[in-house]
């Protein structure tokens, strides 16, 4: 997924649920760990993915957490990583199949 930010477009996806996190480890320490429940975890989690998912990233933490006064980029990261981490857990096939099995054939 592409987001823009402070006019520069970059790339916001994961391949793995680990590398965010570890990114996430090496810049919160162990003062801060990893708590999905909290606003602040997941958006350090989000300038994790986009550190990891750019390599030329040199957009400041401080201009993140600026941005995310726009609530739409906020709202469209959320959809993404919750998205995503149901096809990296293995939920989202779990979901089609209840949902599936839950449909009663039409006559």
């Known amino acids: ?15 793995s649920i680990w590398g965010p996190m570890y990114t996430y480890e090496v810049l919160a320490g162990k003062k801060l760990p990893f708590d ?5 975890c997941l958006h350090i989690l ?11 990233f040199t957009l400041s933490f401080e201009d993140f957490m600026m ?17 995503r981490m149901e096809v990296l857990t293995g939920t989202a096939d779990d979901e089609n199949e209840k949902k599936k099995k839950g449909k009663t054939p039409r006559a």
């Open 46 to 56: 989000y300038y994790c993915i986009l550190c990891r998912a750019n390599p030329d």
């Open 67 to 83: 941005s995310l006064n726009d609530i739409n980029l906020v709202n469209a990261m959320s959809d993404y990583y919750i998205k």
């Open 1 to 15: 997924m592409k987001v823009i930010i402070k006019g520069q477009e970059y790339e916001f996806s994961f391949d």
């Open 36 to 40: 999905p429940g909290s606003t602040l």
